[in-house]
């Protein structure tokens, strides 16, 4: 027996939220290519390409979806490390999708560590899997709110007469 499927057309939901993943899915699953996070967000996903190499700190309210290289922290709702990434550094994310290298910790409510990834570092989860064949070197520590005491920014944290600096030699 085939099973009944429904007609895109006729169906309300589907024509309101084209993007949106059946209900039935997981969120730390496969989404469709350009697929918001939530229904009705208006955010865009920062793209960091293959070509890229960044030295520093990266903050957003949105997703950020990493092909290049990164050597800092990184704070955003929702973190996709790709497959040829290498971030050097911690993350900070309500959601953490991992296929590529991370030496750092992180910190994330939902984390997932698809085959291919490859984490030296602890995690600080609510929920966590690990696909088969991901490596894992670290601790993994499950807490309520493994964000609680985080701040968002960089500029919250340091101090407001910047880095000491020592005296010039002379």
Known sequence: MLPQLRNPENDSVAKSQ??????STSSLGARPAGA???????????????DLVIHGNLTSKGEVHIEGEVQGDIHA?????????R???????????????????IRGRRVLLQSSAHVEGDVYHQTMAIEQGAFFEGKSRRTDDPLAGLSRTTSEAAPA?????PPPLV
């Not at 709702?77 to 990434?85: F, M, N, P, S």
Request: proline share 6%; with cysteine; glycine share 14%.
């Open 87 to 105: 971030v050097t550094g911690g993350i900070v994310a309500e959601e953490c999708i991992i296929r590529g290298h991370l030496l750092g910790t």
């Open 77 to 85: 709702t929702h973190v996709v490390l790709g497959e040829r990434a």
């Open 161 to 165: 007469a910047g880095p000491a600096m």
């Open 36 to 50: 918001a996070f939530r229904p009705g967000s208006s955010a865009m996903t920062s793209v960091i390409g293959t």
């Open 18 to 23: 084209p993007f949106m993943q059946n209900a």
